[in-house]
């Protein structure tokens, strides 16, 4: 169908993108792309040096545009996109993470913890019975603090990624690189890239003004109990055009649906 067309143009698009900056290997002199990410210090390396340009490289200075006129906008740069016509809107990361018990037995003391109930890999698709629930928090707070809201994070469901359960983020690419920087780094220090991580989901809804067209992208990195690495993409369309018979296309589409 037409809208099929045109998500599959915008998912291509978006796509290519996420594959088009290398990252560097943490602690080796070489590069490398998104498909080839081992381990979860290389997907930080990922999220700080490749996804970052995904964001930003098409935004630029309001008053370098002249073009633009005496148009309102409320912002010193110009919208995030991608590919030029694909206004990114806002992203989420989901976290999931290993829920772990105390080893017993002859390895106790070499290895003090184990993963919980024998599950080998979590889904980001799903509510797991193995993932951690508990808060978790940065160094020298909790969740009881004053500064909670900022040095803490829930588990939560109602806004996570598929309300399949996380520790879950916002970002508005509007609100600039300093922003994200800072995003990653409170990411960083909540622990959320320590050796429990089970899955990453980065999702982000796109918006395409000349089809009328919402999509959101998924993007997911899963470790298995012996950090191996798993990655998953999808993609969700909504197109706003799509019963408007006022359009020759859409009321041909219309009809055949009939």
Known sequence: SIGTWDANAIYRTVSAALMQYPFPLPNV?????????????ELHSWLTSSLKPVLFAEQEDMT??????????????????????????????????????????????STPYKFARGVSSLSAW?????????????TGSNIS???????????QTGQSFDRAGGYTLFFDPMEGQAAYDAL?????DLGLFDM??????????????????FLQYVQSFAFDFSGHIQ???????????????SVGKYLTFYIMRV
């Open 145 to 155: 603090s004053s500064d909670a809201e900022d040095k803490c994070l829930k588990w």
């Open 64 to 109: 370098m545009l002249s073009a633009w006129g005496n148009m309102t906008w409320s912002h010193s740069l110009t919208p995030a996109t991608i590919g030029s016509f694909n206004r990114i809107l806002m992203l989420r990361f989901t976290f999931k993470r290993w829920s772990v018990e105390p080893t017993i037995g002859q390895f106790r003391t």
């Open 126 to 138: 799903a509510l797991n019975a193995a993932e951690d629930r508990a808060d978790v928090c940065m």
């Open 184 to 188: 990653l780094k409170k990411m960083q």
């Open 29 to 41: 002199n070489s590069t490398a792309y998104m498909d080839e990410v081992q381990d979860i210090e």
């Open 231 to 245: 990655m998953f993409n999808d993609a969700r369309s909504f197109n706003l055009n799509v019963f408007n018979t």
């Open 196 to 213: 429990l991580l089970g899955t990453c989901t980065l999702d982000m809804i796109v918006y395409n003004a000349n089809v009328e067209m």
